[in-house]
């Protein structure tokens, strides 16, 4: 890192070595050959230098159709009560808590995705709580990059009687350096042609198992249905 900011100050000083000599001389056909030569040298150098700068390589994502066919769709699965047979590495995180009321409510002030509620005779006095993620992939034109490592997870906290889906406390930016190409690179092939980026995403849910008994009361707000079993 020290050796290219080394050479960006030179390629500085001589900009500026060369503004006072223009400034003094009367320019020629040879001294506009060595600028031109030199110009080019410049954006070579920096474009071989963008190489060694500090980078992770996207995860490319082959095959993938978000608009195609929902068959695999995970939240379809688990609402027609095939919650098993679901991968268990798309489990991200589970909680269970022991619960003896009468009554639980659901609660949110930003989570927006589906919450599926399996009521079963198997427990008694206790609740269990999984969340599903499935792939995240970061689409340009027809290349999807997987970023499903950098997406955080939801959380969930049981207090009194409330069941609270927790949102993460910072936002991550990913940042993608074909979407934003330097200036010398800029100067050698143009503009960039990838176009503008958007977002595509798997099954995202909360899966809850209750005692067959349990009251469930939710906001509006909250998009919640209960399995098929």
């Given at each position: 890192?020290?050796?290219?900011?080394?050479?960006?100050?030179?390629?500085?000083?001589?900009?500026?070595?060369?503004?006072?000599?223009?400034?003094?001389?009367?320019?020629?056909?040879?001294?506009?050959?060595?600028?031109?030569?030199?110009?080019?040298?410049?954006?070579?150098?920096?474009?071989?230098?963008?190489?060694?700068?500090?980078?992770?390589?996207?995860?490319?994502?082959?095959?993938?159709?978000?608009?195609?066919?929902?068959?695999?769709?995970?939240?379809?699965?688990?609402?027609?009560?095939?919650?098993?047979?679901?991968?268990?590495?798309?489990?991200?995180?589970?909680?269970?808590?022991?619960?003896?009321?009468?009554k639980l409510?659901?609660?949110?002030?930003?989570?927006?995705?589906?919450?599926?509620?399996?009521?079963?005779?198997?427990?008694?006095?206790?609740?269990e709580v999984?969340?599903?993620?499935?792939?995240?992939?970061?689409?340009?034109?027809?290349?999807?990059?997987?970023?499903?490592?950098?997406?955080?997870?939801?959380?969930?906290?049981?207090?009194?009687?409330?069941?609270?889906?927790?949102?993460?406390?910072?936002?991550?930016?990913?940042?993608?350096?074909?979407?934003?190409?330097?200036?010398?690179?800029?100067?050698?092939?143009?503009?960039?042609?990838?176009?503008?980026?958007?977002?595509?995403?798997?099954?995202?849910?909360?899966?809850?198992?209750?005692?067959?008994?349990?009251?469930?009361?939710?906001?509006?707000?909250?998009?919640?249905?209960?399995?098929?079993?």
């Amino acid at each position: 890192m020290g050796a290219i900011l080394s050479i960006i100050l030179i390629i500085i000083f001589w900009f500026i070595a060369m503004n006072k000599r223009l400034t003094q001389k009367s320019l020629t056909t040879k001294k506009l050959k060595l600028i031109f030569i030199g110009y080019i040298s410049i954006l070579i150098l920096g474009t071989v230098s963008a190489f060694f700068l500090p980078s992770s390589e996207a995860n490319m994502m082959e095959g993938l159709d978000p608009s195609g066919d929902m068959t695999d769709n995970l939240f379809m699965k688990a609402e027609q009560g095939e919650f098993s047979s679901i991968d268990k590495q798309r489990i991200a995180d589970s909680w269970e808590y022991s619960y003896t009321g009468e009554k639980l409510t659901l609660s949110s002030d930003s989570y927006e995705e589906g919450i599926l509620i399996e009521r079963t005779d198997e427990l008694k006095e206790a609740i269990e709580v999984f969340y599903i993620k499935d792939w995240q992939a970061l689409g340009v034109n027809a290349a999807y990059m997987d970023v499903s490592e950098y997406t955080p997870d939801m959380g969930v906290e049981l207090i009194s009687d409330t069941l609270e889906f927790v949102s993460p406390e910072e936002e991550i930016i990913i940042e993608l350096a074909f979407n934003e190409l330097g200036f010398p690179m800029k100067q050698m092939i143009g503009e960039s042609q990838f176009g503008n980026g958007y977002s595509s995403s798997g099954s995202r849910f909360f899966y809850i198992r209750v005692p067959e008994d349990l009251q469930i009361e939710f906001s509006e707000y909250l998009y919640v249905d209960y399995v098929n079993n």
